[in-house]
């Protein structure tokens, strides 16, 4: 059995608006505009509304001036496109972001790709996407990011590592295992179709899962003394939160874990924070 230490994603992003807080007022004392961000909701998610809800607080607490458009479920796609528009020639908004999922009535790429792309601090539209693929500046993806600047708070170096990704998404699987192979990392990306889920976890010095599902991979597996970074997070029958990794199971296992809530969540958000803040200059 190894000792394990926490990843604490809500201690460092703490850390990180602290430090942007800083940084804005000494701009802003200078004369510049504050940095803005737009948030666009549509429809009731309530996992959707808490996480708005979180990124709204953040702004109040790093000096970062947000507006929250929270728009029916049955907006048309062109009354979204118009309010996209409309915040892409705003000249006090930085940061557009708009929340996933979206109704289905309305196309997540199309409106993704509305985004002016100096504004996209999702890193989400096609030109940023590449831009990141590519290794050129430009903005990316808030939860890869944030899992490496997490990484780098406590001197885990992936370089060398063989690091498992579970999960594809375009939101995190995918932008994470280029972040990791950019790394230095030897990545192996698992999805749905992935035979044998147990032996590639197995192999893991780093592992990732990013499922939205507790019941896929099992702790069991985990190599001992690898770093576990949980990017599920999942509502239990009795109303807990939880990961997509057995925290108990794990622990006993890996020499460093990311836990649920506290770790990964806060860190998306504080670096949604710094995007909206390096979008602005
Ligand atoms: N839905 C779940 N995660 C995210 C995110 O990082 N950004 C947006 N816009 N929607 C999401």
Redesign the pocket.
């Known amino acids: 059995m190894t000792q394990h230490q926490i990843l604490d994603g809500k201690k460092v992003s703490t850390l990180i608006q602290a430090e942007l807080a800083e940084k804005i007022s000494k701009r802003v004392e200078a004369g510049h505009k504050p940095p803005g961000l737009a948030v666009v909701m549509v429809g009731n998610d309530e996992a ?1 509304k808490v ?1 708005v809800n979180n990124k709204i607080k953040a702004c109040e607490k790093t000096g970062i001036r947000s507006k929250a458009h929270f728009l029916p479920r049955q907006t048309s796609a062109k009354a979204l496109y118009e309010l996209i528009d409309e915040l892409n020639q705003d000249s006090k908004i930085h940061g557009i ?5 979206l109704p289905e009535h309305i196309d997540e790429s199309e409106v993704t790709n509305r985004i002016d792309p100096n504004k996209d601090v ?1 890193g ?1 539209h096609a030109r940023n996407v590449g831009h990141l693929v590519l290794r050129q500046p430009g903005l990316r ?3 890869p990011r944030g899992v490496m600047t997490l990484l780098n708070h406590y001197q885990i170096d992936p370089k060398g590592m063989h690091c498992v990704v579970v999960g594809a998404s375009n ?2 699987g995918r932008p994470l295992m280029l972040e990791m192979l950019f790394a230095g990392a030897t990545v192996t990306c698992c999805h749905r179709f992935t035979q044998d889920l147990a032996k590639h976890v197995k192999q893991a010095d780093l592992l990732c899962v990013a499922v939205g599902n507790p019941e896929i991979v099992d702790a069991e597996w985990i190599k001992p003394g690898a770093v576990v970074i949980d990017i599920g997070i999942n509502r239990l029958a009795d109303g807990r939160l939880s990961g997509d990794v057995d925290f108990h199971v794990a622990s006993k296992k890996a020499a460093w874990i990311s836990p649920v809530p506290g770790g990964i969540g806060p860190m ?1 958000v504080a670096t ?1 924070m710094q995007n909206t803040y390096e979008a602005s200059l």
């Open positions: 959707s996480y972001l708009v929340q996933l999922p999702d989400f993806p808030c939860t939101i995190v998306t949604l």
